[in-house]
C-alpha cells in the first residue's frame, strides 16, 4: 500500500555515504551532478534508491584471479612472452 520512495535528508544522506554535507552537496549540484536529488522549496533530499544507485556506480569490483594463480606482474610477463 505504501509505495513511495523513502528519501533522506541531507544530513542523513551524508552520514549514510560518509561525506560532509558540503562535499555532499557539490556532488549534487552543479552543471553536471553525480547524484541525483530533489528540492523541496529550500530543503534537498534524496531518494534512498538514487544513493544506492550512486554507491554501485562508484564501486569498483574486484578483478578475475588468473587462471595459473600467479601475481599480476607474473601474468603480465606470462602474457607478453606468449
Known sequence: MN???PVLSLAEAAAHLKLTETQLT??????R????SLR???V???PLTVIE???EAATTHAAKP??????DS???RVRKSA
Open 3 to 5: 509505495d513511495l520512495t
Open 26 to 31: 557539490a556532488l549534487a549540484t552543479g552543471p
Open 33 to 36: 551532478p553525480k547524484i541525483g
Open 40 to 42: 523541496l522549496g529550500r
Open 44 to 46: 534537498r533530499v534524496f
Open 53 to 55: 544507485e550512486f554507491i
Open 66 to 71: 588468473n587462471p595459473w594463480g600467479l601475481t
Open 74 to 76: 607474473s601474468a603480465r
